[in-house]
């Protein structure tokens, strides 16, 4: 992570804040929990940013024609037909 990606992500924050900040979460969750937890972030701000790339191809897709939506009687059927 670069410099510039951090001061984007903590915005408008000084760095005594910022250390409070890290020196409360070592009080709250100790040294052994916090790589799991940024960790556990990591991997759900990627799922998040993979989700909404997809969103936004979907929709692009539809928009130039590429593909249409599913409608929803055909969806049904296709279901009924695949639980029996």
Do not use: W, Y
Not at 15 to 30: D, P
Request: charged residues 30%; without cysteine; neutral net charge.
């Amino acid at each position: 992570m670069d410099s510039n990606s951090i001061l984007l992500f903590v915005g408008g924050l000084g760095g005594t804040e910022v250390v409070l900040i890290i020196v409360a979460l070592l009080l709250l969750f100790g040294a052994k929990r916090i790589p799991e937890l940024a960790k556990g972030f990591g991997r759900g701000i990627r799922e998040f940013k993979d989700a909404s790339k997809e969103i936004k191809s979907d929709i692009e897709n539809t928009v130039a024609g590429k593909e249409h939506p599913a409608q929803p009687e055909k969806r049904q059927e296709e279901v009924k037909q695949n639980a029996a």
